[in-house]
T-cell receptor
């Protein structure tokens, strides 16, 4: 099993749908992250969880709702998204949030909002 | 001013030549700098880190850091087609413990 696994790989949803992205890490790490990667733009940090507790929310709209039931799993619940939310959503993990420079990324979910 | 700036490219380099990727940054307090490689449709992967002024070599890759001029670069010697990817520059902003990425430079190595 690869270090950080994300599902689904691709997702197409309408603006009224509700869907969830899933991330699982098998590295024994304690910090997990959601990033958004849009074309021609830098990676944007969305949320940080450290030992299951949310420690950062970088002004993310409430239509994105993260959930971290344990240190190995991270979800991103999506509802009433906008077309501009279409992007690659990357999950990452690190040993803990103080070692965030050594991130291990998942393969991402390519999201298209119609 | 953007915190981390990279030329988005594409940068085309012939096989066997040296590819030079550059990155400038605005935060003078940054001490830790990183290069990630991202193949098309894949996740970013950390390939180099550098913390001190000067050069750091790892195989065909050399990272160069100049804190006075606020730039960091990545040199790839003997470029191979398999080096074709987007290279992301990142730095850790001290105090805030915030990892900030540039937009990436797309590199194409032509056989």
């Amino acid at each position: 099993e690869t270090g950080v696994t994300q599902t689904p790989r691709h997702l197409v949803m309408g603006m009224t749908n509700k869907k969830s992205l899933k991330c699982e890490q098998h590295l024994g790490h304690n910090a997990m992250y959601w990033y958004k990667q849009s074309a021609k733009k830098p990676l944007e940090l969305m949320f940080v969880y450290n030992f299951k507790e949310q420690t950062e929310n970088n002004s993310v709209p409430s239509r994105f709702s993260p959930e971290c039931p344990n240190s190995s799993h991270l979800f991103l619940h999506l509802h009433t998204l906008q077309p501009e939310d279409s992007a690659l959503y990357l999950c990452a993990s690190s040993q803990d949030q103080s070692s965030r420079e050594k991130l291990f990324f998942g393969s991402g979910t390519q999201l298209s909002v119609l | 001013q953007k915190e981390v700036e990279q030329n988005s490219g594409p940068l085309s380099v012939p096989e066997g030549a040296i590819a030079s990727l550059n990155c400038t940054y605005s935060d003078r307090g940054s001490q830790s700098f990183f290069w990630y490689r991202q193949y098309s449709g894949k996740s970013p992967e950390l390939i180099m880190s550098i913390y001190s002024n000067g050069d750091k070599e790892d195989g065909r890759f050399t990272a160069q850091l100049n804190k006075a001029s606020q730039y960091v670069s990545l040199l790839i010697r003997d470029s191979q087609p398999s080096d074709s990817a987007t290279y992301l520059c990142a730095l850790l902003i001290q105090g805030a413990q915030k990892l900030v990425f540039g937009q990436g430079t797309r590199l194409t190595i032509n056989p």
